[in-house]
């Protein structure tokens, strides 16, 4: 049974990859011109094409989306929201579902594919963590992205997690750019992604039911950025374990 599973799943990574091309596609121009809208509207408009995108590429490969925790996100405000990191799957899934325009850190080599490569620049804060000249820029970026009232979307993995816990240690930046803007924190637990796409095996795609649970918000208030980034990995730990999704 093994086998055959492992052989669907490749067989099936196919499929996905063919269907996410196509629809790529059919979304890259219209989401492109939104960059010729003014700030915070532009990205409005991207992130609803986004999530047309996965409303329609996600059922087609077989993977339900389930959103809970929408009325953490409060009118007229604005967060850091922080994700669990456990596949490639997590990027398109967090960013479309975030309750409100929103750009994500992400890694600068991506920009370099083209065609997605211009998509991805869109609506990211591009940042090449090898380099600290680049990793102070993209902080003043994230800054300006949460002063224009837009969300910011981070990883604090900062890399997929291999390991066999619920979560990796967190890096402190994100939670730093919670002190300095005095912006509260919205930890957000991705439930399926793993089963989907196993860290430990390539090209290989399962379809299975996806769950985005967004809890309620985390104030800074007088804590420090590793009290903060201590708080919200206790929190998203525990809520993970609490699912039995291990």
Excluded at 101 to 127: C, E, M
């Amino acid at each position: 049974m093994k086998i055959l599973k492992d052989i669907f799943a490749r067989v099936f990574a196919i499929w996905a990859i063919i269907i996410f091309i196509i629809t790529f596609l059919i979304f890259l121009i219209p989401s492109l011109m939104t960059s010729l809208v003014g700030e915070p509207k532009g990205m409005i408009w991207f992130n609803k094409l986004s999530r047309m995108w996965m409303n329609i590429w996600l059922p087609l490969v077989g993977c339900p989306v389930k959103i809970k925790g929408k009325e953490n996100f409060k009118q007229g405000e604005n967060y850091i929201v922080t994700f669990n990191h456990n596949a490639l799957l997590d990027v398109p899934l967090s960013a479309p579902y975030t309750q409100g325009a929103n750009k994500t850190i992400a890694k600068a080599s991506f920009a370099k594919i083209p065609l997605f490569g211009w998509y991805y620049s869109r609506g990211s804060v591009l940042v090449d963590r090898k380099d600290p000249d680049s990793r102070k820029k993209s902080l003043d970026r994230m800054k300006e992205v949460l002063k224009n009232g837009l969300h910011m979307c981070i990883y604090p993995e900062g890399t997929r997690n291999r390991t066999n816990n619920p979560l990796k240690d967190f890096h402190e930046g994100g939670f730093r750019l919670a002190v300095d803007s005095k912006k509260a924190v919205i930890p957000a637990v991705i439930f399926g992604t793993r089963k989907a796409m196993p860290i430990n095996k390539t090209f290989y795609f399962l379809p299975v039911k996806l769950e985005l649970h967004f809890l309620p918000a985390v104030e800074p208030d007088n804590l420090t950025s590793a009290e903060l980034k201590d708080k919200v990995f206790k929190l998203m730990w525990d809520y993970y374990n609490s699912k039995n999704e291990l």
